[in-house]
């Protein structure tokens, strides 16, 4: 059973840093593009970096420059290192991953994790 176990995250003073950690589990021949979507209260989910096979990076516009995503060699595990936080980035951070097949000849799928929440405090 395919899943994707997050860790990291917690409370950080604002101006900090933080770090969330997602890895894929299970058999997985392939993931296209994993990433990190955030969903603070009452708001909706955002997408907030995304990073795909052999190519682009997108960042939410108010993150560049101050959030970094890192996909390790294996594909399977991607961290969010997060500088300078602000108060509104608060929220729960959950991992993305699209176009992940179990086998070659496996249609895509799209998995997201239960979330890790991150508190920027002042």
């Known amino acids: 059973q395919v899943r994707l176990e997050e860790s990291g995250g917690g409370l950080a003073p604002v101006g900090g840093t933080q770090t969330v950690f997602c890895e894929a589990v299970?058999?997985?021949?392939?993931?296209?593009?994993m990433g990190w979507y955030r969903q603070a209260p009452g708001k909706r989910r955002e997408m907030v970096a995304t990073l795909s096979n052999g190519g682009p990076i997108h960042y939410l516009e108010d993150v560049k420059g101050r959030f970094h995503i890192v996909r390790t060699d294996s594909g399977k595990e991607v961290y969010l290192r997060m500088y300078n936080l602000k108060p509104e980035d608060t929220g729960t951070y959950y991992c993305?991953?699209?176009?992940?097949?179990?086998?070659?000849?496996?249609?895509?799928?799209?998995?997201w994790g239960r979330g890790t929440q991150v508190t920027v405090s002042s």
């Open positions: 299970g058999v997985i021949h392939n993931i296209h593009t």
């Open positions: 993305y991953a699209d176009g992940l097949q179990e086998l070659n000849s496996s249609p895509p799928h799209t998995y």
